[in-house]
């Protein structure tokens, strides 16, 4: 998983997954550049990409916004010279709120796909001219899961991740003459604040976890679901990350690939 000396760009690469696939691209030798519009944690993630001796940078982005995008791929580029690795990560699950309702909106429609799918074709549109001119480029979009299996828990998120799951596989194919790899990686199940605060969703559709603490459904549902019988952790999803963003992997490309424990879900 060599990417020694390699620009990463990692969106959404503040916070708990994005900040461990940050850390380990650090780890394996990258220089690595944070967009988030977390702003509040840049000097911690700062700190620990410098400590691995590697050369950091950190921009507010919104992926949704077209201006903050290319301000922020501009300053990449006056320091850097070039973006290798972009790692497609920022996400949410639903708009604000959606873990205190019973009903899907209009909003959490809306702001899934401006996010989860315009998010990532905003960024790679930004990125591509410069691994079109660089001929190379490794691009890896979180996806989930979620996109490959019917789910009556959220439905606008599951669509989000199908939708992220098909336009890398576009991508794939239209950019592998100028050597860019495309590849998506689809997360099961982990234990992150975000399925915290959504763990009471699956007692709608499994009953038997009624009076159950958070943890405790996570765990049960593991334990239903997961052939290996263990969660998936935030490293599994960032090494693998790290292998896609490596020349190791440099035929692999317009794959949706499963981090779950053996889970079927195809």
């Excluded at 690469?13 to 990258?30: K, P, V």
Aim: proline share 4%.
């Amino acid at each position: 998983m060599d990417v020694t000396d390699k620009i990463a760009l990692v969106t959404g690469g503040a916070c708990s997954i994005g900040r461990t696939i940050t850390a380990t691209l650090a780890r394996q030798g990258a220089h690595v550049v944070v967009g988030d519009i977390v702003d509040n944690a840049f000097e911690d993630i700062k700190e620990e990409i410098e400590g691995y001796g590697r050369q950091s940078m950190t921009a507010h982005l919104d992926v949704t916004d077209g201006n903050s995008i290319q301000k922020m791929v501009e300053a990449v580029i006056s320091r850097f010279g070039r973006i290798d690795i972009l790692v497609n990560n920022a996400g949410v699950i639903a708009a604000p709120g959606w873990a205190d309702r019973d009903d899907t909106t209009e909003e959490d429609w809306d702001i899934t796909h401006s996010i989860n799918v315009k998010g990532v074709a905003n960024v790679s549109n930004a990125v591509i001219p410069h691994m079109k001119e660089a001929r190379y480029g490794k691009i890896i979009n979180i996806a989930s899961v979620a996109g490959k299996q019917a789910t009556v828990i959220n439905p606008p998120y599951a669509a989000s991740k199908a939708g992220v799951i098909s336009l890398t596989r576009t991508m794939a194919m239209t950019l592998a003459p100028y050597n860019i790899n495309v590849n998506a990686v689809c997360p099961a199940l982990l234990w992150t604040p975000m399925w915290e605060k959504i763990a009471y969703k699956w007692v709608k559709v499994n009953p038997e976890f009624e009076g159950l603490s958070a943890r405790e459904i996570f765990d049960k549902s593991v334990a239903a679901r997961v052939p290996l019988q263990r969660p998936q952790t935030p490293e599994d999803v960032a090494n693998l990350v790290a292998f896609l963003a490596s020349d190791a992997a440099r035929n692999i490309t317009g794959q949706a690939i499963n981090v779950d424990g053996g889970s079927r879900t195809d």
